[in-house]
């Protein structure tokens, strides 16, 4: 029969333990900090052991603490890893996928119609992810930017990342040559402002200091703001293609620079039998071959064109 002390206490404990506080483990589980102070206590109490040092700057671990932290973190996270594994053999078809709002925009959305063709028994989750997000591992799998260094997970490589500017007709008119940028309204994306010096600096210019730039919170937005006229932004190809083929987009420039970063699809190796992921894989690979059809006939078009009167 197992002796255990309280788990509440031993839950309030390892938290105020990793974040250095009884504030943060408050946050963690939605509890006062009143709370989480009396736990730590009783628990201190019923082991006979002062875990923590009360300062008036903070909290410090004692070394029974420094010795009792570590196992429970570990045995807590084992607790979690479980349950999601148990969860995960649930019968209900239901594919739950965390993905950035732009790449559900700009990409997925407009495709999801033939996945359910394909399979209308499976339901379809879409969760909020991306670069503001970590990975949430109640999803089945995400889709993640990156470099592939997605420790814990397994990461397969999706499709790389090209910048290219992009602008409305009306814009691209008077766009000969990219020296020419100087002249109008720059749009980027908060989080990723090093875009445009990326592409410059390949295409042999400086972002100038008077250049008139507007900050936009996600890549969906600066798109949609493209197309209005409101500016040049420096776009995801992958998020412009199909704008591009429709004209709503032009690209005024051929040039297209490597991000140095590639779209990934992210998930815990024991969901790897999980009848949604096997489903969305093999429909991800055949949306691949379609997109790049579909390139390779319009970069065709392009070559059999007239000459433009610009670049």
């Not at 807590?76 to 053999?89: G, L, P, R, S």
Request: glycine letters at 8%.
């Amino acid at each position: 029969m197992r002796r255990l002390p309280s788990l509440n206490g031993l839950r309030a404990f390892e938290a105020a333990a990793r974040h250095g506080g009884f504030v943060g483990a408050a946050d963690e589980l939605n509890v006062t900090q009143a709370a989480v102070s009396r736990m730590v206590r009783l628990l201190e109490e019923r082991l006979g052991l002062q875990l923590f040092e009360r300062r008036p700057n903070g909290l410090a671990l004692t070394a029974q603490g420094t010795m009792l932290q570590p196992g429970l973190t570990a045995a807590f996270d084992a607790i979690a890893e479980h349950m999601a594994k148990v969860i995960a053999t649930k019968s209900s078809p239901v594919f739950t996928l965390g993905v950035g709002a732009s790449f559900a925009m700009r990409w997925l959305i407009p495709r999801l119609a033939s996945f359910h063709a394909k399979h209308p028994e499976i339901e379809v989750r879409l969760a909020t992810g991306g670069a503001t997000n970590p990975f949430n591992d109640e999803w089945t799998c995400g889709i993640l930017l990156g470099n592939g260094d997605f420790e814990g997970y397994a990461a397969e490589h999706l499709f790389s990342a090209e910048l290219i500017p992009v602008c409305a007709p009306a814009i691209a008119s008077r766009l000969r040559e990219p020296a020419d940028l100087a002249r109008e309204s720059l749009l980027q994306v908060g989080h990723a402002p090093e875009d445009w010096a990326l592409w410059l600096d390949v295409a042999g210019l400086q972002l100038p200091p008077a250049a008139h730039t507007i900050t936009f919170g996600n890549y969906g937005m600066a798109v949609q703001a493209a197309i209005d006229a409101l500016g040049v932004t420096i776009a995801l190809r992958s998020y412009v293609d199909d704008d591009l083929r429709k004209g709503k987009l032009v690209a005024p420039f051929p040039l297209a620079v490597s991000k140095g970063r590639a779209w990934y699809l992210v998930y815990r190796h024991y969901r790897e039998s999980d009848a949604g992921l096997i489903a969305f894989r093999r429909w991800m690979r055949g949306q691949f071959k379609s997109d790049e059809s579909r390139k390779r006939g319009a970069r065709r078009g392009l070559a059999s064109a007239p000459s433009p009167t610009h670049m």
